[in-house]
């Protein structure tokens, strides 16, 4: 029977929080590839990704002291990095423009919201796919019209497997989609 020695987050929050580098550097490194993951969600560059990183593990820093429960430090911190890309994308995503008119009517803002809401997510779920079916779903989306022999040359597979486990991440795709509730009827 296998014990696991690693203290829990709450004693590691209140170690860094005592001035202990080595507990600091412990919460770092657990909880760095979760916010890799929400950052990622926001489909920055490798550079912008990077800056937000730092940030918030600047800010968790400066702010560590006002965390009264270690427990939720993973939601404290993800709260962090998701204000952070929102600032990044506001900044990086404003249209200067003199004619309001240009912009369209508010159906079609409401659309790109949606749409853009809708990419997100789709990301998210992209991600809870077995790792065969993520690669493959990445792999033809990367150009307009892929090809299955291109496809599979790049990825090392029969061709005839393309298709069925095309399908097979489809479906569990548009299960997911529907244990979310997103709908077609939702998205007209």
């Given at each position: ?39 990622r969600r926001f ?140 709908t077609r009827d939702?998205?007209?």
């Amino acid at each position: 029977m296998h014990v696991d020695t690693r203290p829990d987050t709450a004693a590691l929050v209140s170690a860094a929080q005592d001035g202990d580098a080595e507990a600091w550097e412990r919460l770092v490194e657990e909880f760095s590839p979760m916010l890799r993951a929400r950052i990622r969600r926001f489909r920055l560059g490798h550079e912008d990704a990077q800056d937000v990183l730092q940030t918030t593990w600047l800010l968790a820093w400066q702010n560590l002291g006002s965390v009264e429960d270690g427990r939720r430090m993973a939601g404290w911190l993800a709260t962090i990095a998701f204000r952070e890309c929102l600032k990044l994308t506001r900044r990086t995503r404003e249209v200067c423009t003199a004619d309001l008119d240009s912009l369209g009517s508010t159906d079609d803002v409401d659309r790109e919201l949606a749409r853009i809401w809708l990419a997100g997510t789709l990301a998210e779920l992209v991600e809870e796919l077995p790792a065969a079916q993520r690669v493959l779903f990445r792999a033809l989306t990367e150009t307009s019209e892929p090809h299955y022999v291109d496809v599979a040359r790049r990825l090392g597979r029969p061709v005839g497997s393309i298709g069925p486990t095309r399908a097979r991440c489809f479906a569990r795709l548009r299960g997911l989609l529907q244990a979310r509730e997103i709908t077609r009827d939702f998205l007209d």
